[in-house]
């Protein structure tokens, strides 16, 4: 049984940081790669940012603000977000995929575990 549980969520102003952490149990050996993804009020599910050993991998608006990293013997993945704007509210999902793939997906539909999710409210 695969958990994955996110934390660190809340409100912020605009320019500000929060750094979130997915801590993962159970088979997490089976895991190839870990990701971020997001989903603002009536907008789709859309990539953030993944990471497969050292290999990182976002998508372009949160390039050079938000970084994503990962501590193998707390099995805990985490995104430090920096410069945080608006737009960034969202609800913010760690998932896991147990496939390996040549480019890293960006499709919620290729990861296989997925989190309850945490809150990220960025005010102006």
Known sequence: QVQLVESGGGLVQAGGSLRLSCAASGRTFSFYLMGWFRQGPGKAREFV??????????????KGRFTISGDNAKNTVYLQMDSLKP???????CAADTAWH??????????????????????S
């Open 49 to 62: 940012a993944a990471i497969s050993g050292s290999n990182t991998y976002y998508t372009d608006s949160v």
């Open 102 to 123: 040549r480019l890293i997906p960006t499709s919620a539909r290729e990861y296989d575990y997925w989190g309850q999710g945490t809150q990220v409210t960025v005010s």
């Open 87 to 93: 737009e960034d509210t969202a609800v913010y999902y």
